[in-house]
């Protein structure tokens, strides 16, 4: 005779059985539906209504509560009441309608001149961005830097001619950096709205594919990007996320020919 399946064998059945679909168990004798239906069915028909009236009420709770609230509505209404960009950061801080503000240390609201002619609009905030409160510190946000300045522009300048102002579609930090849902995209677009039309930049950047889901509703930054088109009422360029060109840099000549159009628009 066999043995018995060990403890893997048997996990290694179980999750098999998951991956196809298995979501309950079942007991060794056959259950006959129709018959339990009947049975149901003749409870219900000899109820009387003072019975019917001592049952407890269904009640409401948490999860009833929660899917009738409108995340987005309240996101335009919050994002519509800022009448500037410190009022649009109060909103996004009192907003509690993203999961993802509970699992973040900061707020990641912006950084440089918001009168820059350039506003820069990335995905999420990663590792460095959540324990620093500032978008675009880490290994990307040193080699965007680096991009910006090739074509005379920098985070710190004094000049808003040689100014930029960056920000990202979700302020808070997703967990382990995974892509935002298309709901957590959906609710914060208010407040992307509202933010560009609050610092009144000449063009945006649409920096990887979660800008371009948020200012377009497409994916594929690969084949939108060196593409002119226009987001939340401005002439928008998508290009490339910092990120992507460290783990490819045989990309940096695409990325380099984005920011020479980015220079000729602003000269023009």
Known sequence: MES??????AK???????????TEAIGDAPVNRFELAKVAAAAATVATPAAAAARPAAISGPATAAAEVDA?????AAAGAAGDLVGLQAALAAYEHCELKRGARHLVFADGDPRARVMILGEAPGRDEDRVGRPFVGQAGKLLDRMLAAIGLDRTAE???RAVYITNVLPWRPPQNRDPDPAEIAMMVPFVERHVALANPDLVVLMGNIPCMAGL??????????HWTEAFGRPALPMVHPAYLLRMPQAKHEAWADLLAIKARLAG
């Open 12 to 22: 290694a059945l179980l999750d098999w059985q998951v991956e196809l679909g298995a």
């Open 217 to 226: 509703g497409q994916r594929g930054i690969l084949k939108l990007r060196g």
């Open 4 to 9: 018995a399946l060990d403890w893997h064998q």
């Open 72 to 76: 987005v509505a309240l996101a335009r």
């Open 159 to 161: 000049d808003p001619a």
